[in-house]
């Protein structure tokens, strides 16, 4: 029988301002390395269980990786999922298989995880060229075989092996297209008017910042001795467009979802994109993060126009603080003014485009006041959402320490970017004060931008304000309710119904 590698995404609790239908995206880092795979190695049979998308739970998902009965099985999870993580790496070695952990979270905390005896190899950062030579190495059945595959750690005994960084590809065009074809496509995006039939998607890899709290320059940046470094990577034009013009002819896809953490750093390749796309006559809608400055640099060339008239038409930008100091502490270098003109630019000459900003609180010296400005201060720069973060101390950060590892993956819960009362680990009186604002500081300007975006002659708009709206204020509320009862122990991430199922 032909061996296979199964990549599994587990069953998981939901975000809570997330719709059914778009709660999951396409898991893109298993489509890409899958094809991968299917392109370097024979002799290997290549899977995708995505649960969630199929809404299957642990006992369906058990019984299923015992029917397939896989030689190996890949996990790559959020470390709000790590419980899902170790749970399905239980899973799976009682199936009888070997399992490889990657992605954001597992390559950052490799000993730790391979110290649970359940994950038997992690891979660190770009996966695709270091999954063919791991499958490769153990398909050999030699061990020492393990130790020549660059970007890997493995225990042998009691030690942790790490082999050396594997070197950034240096030319992302090579990359197969993502296998959408062993995906369930169709449930991506089904019957969402908001984000309809979408497609996760990337521009590029990697970033031009270093900001303190994000593990994302990191995932992808280039090795320097001990340490890293940041470093963008972007795709073609041409090559992105071969892309999307598979994504949307065979796969039926119709919303672009970009998944780099910042689409519009390269001054070039997204408006290029957009003005090709615009001279196919092609018009699709799209979601992407953006930098601030890089959105007023690219508003001054004409790129902001092209993207827009392209399609895009939500955006999300980190403004992170208020306040120069607090940027500075964060190593965020887009400053304030940049991104109040970035704002200001958008709802001036692009009002149909729905707005995200998103802050951070929790640093050194926060206090309920801090908070409440910060609050105020979104308003200011008149988002159509604003998303207030716990600063997470993820694996990876500068903020991480060892000693937060829990093997059982419980306090990794509370890694959910989401703000609580009173739960362990984030400041209560911060907490209290921010989604007190929320529920109660309603100043006459509040009500006015409010309504407008409820009223909004844009039908988007209108329904992303009302269903964000909705979905913020049911957040808010019941979180101060369980936060005074002290009933906040586990966190905002909803269980769905068929998560045991
Ligand atoms: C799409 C996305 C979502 C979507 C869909 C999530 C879903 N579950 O379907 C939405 C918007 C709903 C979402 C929600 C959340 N997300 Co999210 N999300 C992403 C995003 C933008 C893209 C992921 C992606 O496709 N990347 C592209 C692939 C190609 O890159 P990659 O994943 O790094 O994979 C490569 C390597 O890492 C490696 N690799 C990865 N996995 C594996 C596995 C194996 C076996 C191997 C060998 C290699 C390997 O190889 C890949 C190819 O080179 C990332 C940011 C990012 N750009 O990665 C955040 C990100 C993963 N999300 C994050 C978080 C925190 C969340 C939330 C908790 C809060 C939030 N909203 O931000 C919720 C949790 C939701 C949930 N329960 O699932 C964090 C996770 C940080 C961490 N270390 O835990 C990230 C990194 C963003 C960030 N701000 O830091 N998310």
Known sequence: ??????????????????????AFWPPLAFASLAAALREGVRDVGVEILDAPALRMGWRTLTREIHARRPAWVGIGEE???????????????????????????????????????????VVHGEGEQTIVELVQALQSGDRRDLARVAGISFADGEEIVTTPPRALLPDLDRLPLPAYDLLP???YGRGSRNHPN??????????????????????????????????????????????IRV????????????????????????GELAERLLREGTSIGQGAWLRGD??????????????????????????????????????????????????????????HVFTVGSFIYGLQGDTPA???????????????????????????????????????????REFDFLPSVGRHGQ??????????????DWTRERVRSNLARLLHRDARKRRMARHIFLRSTAFAASTLVRGLLGRDKVGGMVLPRWYES
């Open 1 to 22: 029988m032909t061996p296979s590698f199964l990549f599994v995404r587990p069953p998981r609790p939901l975000w809570p301002f997330n719709g059914p239908s778009t």
């Open 79 to 121: 470390a709000v999922s790590c419980v899902e993580g170790l749970r399905l790496a239980r899973v799976a070695k009682d199936a009888g298989a070997a399992v490889v952990a990657g992605g954001c979270f597992f390559g950052h905390v490799a000993g730790e995880a391979l110290r649970t005896g359940c994950i038997d190899v």
């Open 185 to 187: 496509v169709g449930r």
């Open 198 to 243: 979408l497609a996760a998607i990337e521009l590029g890899r990697g970033c031009v910042g270093a900001c303190g709290f994000c593990v994302l320059w990191r995932q992808m940046g280039r090795a320097v001795g001990e340490g890293v470094m940041p470093q963008l990577r972007t795709t073609s034009p041409d090559r992105l467009l071969d892309e």
């Open 247 to 270: 994504l949307t002819r065979r796969f039926d896809r119709r919303y672009l979802a970009w998944v780099d953490p910042c689409f519009n750093a390269d001054a070039r390749v997204p």
């Open 294 to 351: 890089c959105t007023v640099r690219d508003a001054r060339s004409g790129a902001l126009a092209r993207l827009v008239a392209a399609g895009l038409n939500e955006v999300y930008l980190g403004v992170e603080r208020p306040d120069a100091d607090g940027l500075r502490a964060l190593n965020k270098t887009a400053t304030i003014d940049e991104t109040r003109e970035a704002f200001a630019t958008l709802r001036r000459d692009y009002p």
């Open 370 to 412: 801090t908070v409440r400005a910060m609050y105020r201060f979104a308003g200011e720069l008149g988002m159509d959402k604003t998303f207030f973060i716990p600063l997470a101390p993820l694996p990876g950060t500068a903020a991480w320490r060892p000693e937060f590892w829990d093997p059982t993956g419980e306090r990794f």
């Open 427 to 440: 400041p209560a009186d911060l907490g209290l004060a921010l989604l007190s604002a929320c529920a109660f």
